[in-house]
């Protein structure tokens, strides 16, 4: 009884029959069940994989993942930046306007001395890069703008 085991199998035309097969066969079958299931299961995950590999997806379709990063870029500045409220009136907003600029005007910027020191010394480089480039204008236009400033 070990060694074999009786199946009943019933077929549509509601005839049975009796198959007997011995435990190594079912084990086989078994075996070969399990292995043609998880061939099946590894060809399923490396075509998941493949479907869900971004950078393969960006690869195919460029300009469908740019649309779609412009899209998000989008909604999320539209989350994160508040939008300005109008003001209540046109003069009011007139009014607020020449203000801000009155002050921009009135109170320049200070720099510091380093920052006015760089912008001189980035002046005096590009002036001599300019130079170095165009020599021949050296020599031509110190004179003609002396002889312009004298007449």
Request: net charge positive.
């Amino acid at each position: 009884m070990a060694q074999e085991a009786g199946v009943e199998l019933s077929h549509p035309e509601g005839t049975d029959t009796r198959v007997d097969r011995s435990i190594d066969e079912i084990r086989k079958d078994i075996a070969r069940t399990r292995q043609n299931i998880s061939g099946t299961v590894d060809t399923l995950g490396a075509k998941l994989q493949e479907q869900l590999d971004w950078r393969e997806y960006i690869r195919r379709k460029p300009f469908v993942a740019v649309g779609v990063g412009v899209g998000a870029g989008l909604v999320i500045s539209r989350m994160l930046i508040p939008k300005p409220k109008p003001p209540a009136k046109l003069s009011d907003f007139i009014a607020s306007t020449l203000a801000k600029t009155v002050r921009q005007v009135a109170r320049p910027k200070q720099q510091s001395f380093a920052a006015g020191a760089l912008k001189m010394l980035a002046g005096v480089v590009v002036t001599q890069v300019t130079q170095s480039l165009n020599p021949e204008s050296q020599d031509g236009n110190q004179s003609d703008h002396r002889s312009n400033l004298r007449g």
